[in-house]
Nanobody, 124 residues
């Protein structure tokens, strides 16, 4: 089992930045891919970013590419999401996800472990 705890959400003005963190605990000695998803009210869960176990590969959808950066520190069992140039449409609950694989995955159903989510609100 892997437990995930997100932090760093909050209220920010459009154009601002936030950095989310996700700390993993439990069976963190096995390789696992990590990702961020988000869910706005009345919408489905949307893929935001994913990173390979080694950190050597990342992937983003076009909606956030160039503005968001995912990174990880395996010595701290933590993954980060740096969000710059935030827009009101980025407003959502952001979830951290992990699963035991070395490859990069982008579909929510492929992830086994989930955090409780952290709210990000971008005002216009």
């Amino acid at each position: 089992q892997v437990q995930l705890v997100e932090s760093g959400g909050g209220l920010v003005q459009a154009g601002g930045s936030l950095r989310l963190s996700c700390a993993a605990s439990g069976r963190t000695f096995t390789p696992y891919a990590m990702a961020w998803f988000r869910q706005a009210p009345g919408k489905g869960r949307e893929f935001v970013a994913a990173i390979r176990w080694s950190g050597s590969s990342t992937i983003y959808p076009s909606s956030v590419k160039g503005r968001f950066t995912i990174s990880r520190d395996n010595t701290k069992n933590t993954v980060y999401l740096q969000m710059n140039s935030l827009k009101p449409e980025d407003t959502a609950v952001y979830y951290c996800a992990a699963t035991n694989t070395i490859v990069v995955l982008t579909t929510a159903s492929e992830y086994r472990y989930w955090g409780q989510g952290t709210q990000v609100t971008v005002s216009s």
